[in-house]
C-alpha cells in the first residue's frame, strides 16, 4: 500500500535555486496538504487543497505555489530558495472533512539550503 | 491565538511507568477532532489516537488513552506502561470542522523512557 508517497527525500539546494516537492496519493482523497517543520518545532501549514484545482494558502505561504491538476497529485514549488526554507516538509491526505478522519502523512522531505 | 498549547518542551519517564503528556485547545468550533501524534527520531508521523468534540468516553488505543475533559478544553494523552519505543516526539493537534480544514498543531513534548 503506497499511501502518500513523496520524492525527493533529501535535497541540497543552493540560494536562488527552485525546485519541486512531489507528493501523490492513492487513495483517493479530496483533501492533500503541506506542512513544513522546522527543528524542534510542530507543523506549520504551507498551502492545502480541497480538491482539484482548488488550492489556498497555510499560515506560511510564502515563498511558496502549489497546483493541484489531479486528485491523486499535489506538487509544493520552491522558487528563489532561501536559507529560510531549511526545513523538513510533510505533505498529507485526508478523506473528507469530518473532523474525525484523520491526515495520513508521507515519510517527509529533508531540505537544506546553502 | 495559540491553538494548540503544549507546555511540556520535554519530559523523563522510567520504563514501566504511565506518563501524562498536557494539551490545551481554544476554538469557538462547535465540532472538532483532537488528535495526537508520535514523531520517532526516523522523523515520519504516526498517528495514535482520535477524540471527537461530541464523543462521550474517552479514547483508548491499546496503550494509549485520551483524557477528554471538554469544559476544561484539555485533550491529554496517557501513556500506560512507558516503554523504551516510546521515546520521541508527541504532537497534539486539532480539526475543527468548520472555516477551513487544516490540522493545527502544538509545538511538541518531547518523551525519553529511561530504563
Known amino acids: 500500500n503506497a499511501g502518500v508517497t513523496q520524492t525527493p527525500k533529501f535535497r541540497i539546494l543552493k540560494i536562488g535555486q527552485s525546485m519541486t516537492l512531489q507528493c501523490a496519493q492513492d487513495m483517493n482523497h479530496n483533501y492533500m496538504y503541506w506542512y513544513r517543520q522546522d527543528p524542534g518545532m510542530g507543523l506549520k501549514l504551507i498551502y492545502y487543497s480541497v480538491g482539484a484545482g482548488i488550492t489556498d494558502k497555510g499560515e506560511v505561504p510564502n515563498g511558496y505555489n502549489v497546483s493541484r491538476s489531479t486528485t491523486e497529485d499535489f506538487p509544493l514549488r520552491l522558487e528563489l530558495a532561501a536559507p529560510s526554507q531549511t526545513s523538513v516538509y510533510f505533505c498529507a491526505s485526508s478523506p473528507r472533512t469530518e473532523p474525525g478522519n484523520t491526515i495520513y502523512f508521507g515519510e517527509g522531505s529533508w531540505l537544506t539550503v546553502v | 491565538a495559540q491553538k494548540i498549547t503544549q507546555t511540556q518542551p520535554g519530559m523523563f519517564v522510567q520504563e514501566k511507568e504511565a506518563v501524562t503528556l498536557d494539551c490545551t485547545y481554544d476554538?469557538?468550533?462547535?465540532?472538532?477532532?483532537l488528535f495526537w501524534y508520535k514523531q520517532p527520531s526516523s522523523g515520519e508521523m504516526i498517528f495514535l489516537i482520535y477524540q471527537g468534540s461530541y464523543d462521550q468516553q474517552n479514547a483508548t488505543e491499546g496503550r494509549y488513552s485520551l483524557n477528554f475533559q471538554k469544559a476544561r478544553k484539555s485533550a491529554n494523552l496517557v501513556i500506560s506502561a512507558s516503554q523504551l519505543g516510546d521515546s520521541a516526539m508527541y504532537f497534539c493537534a486539532m480539526r475543527e470542522m468548520f472555516g477551513n480544514e487544516k490540522l493545527t498543531f502544538g509545538t511538541g513534548t518531547r518523551l525519553t523512557i529511561i530504563p
Open positions: 476554538t469557538s468550533d462547535p465540532s472538532y477532532g
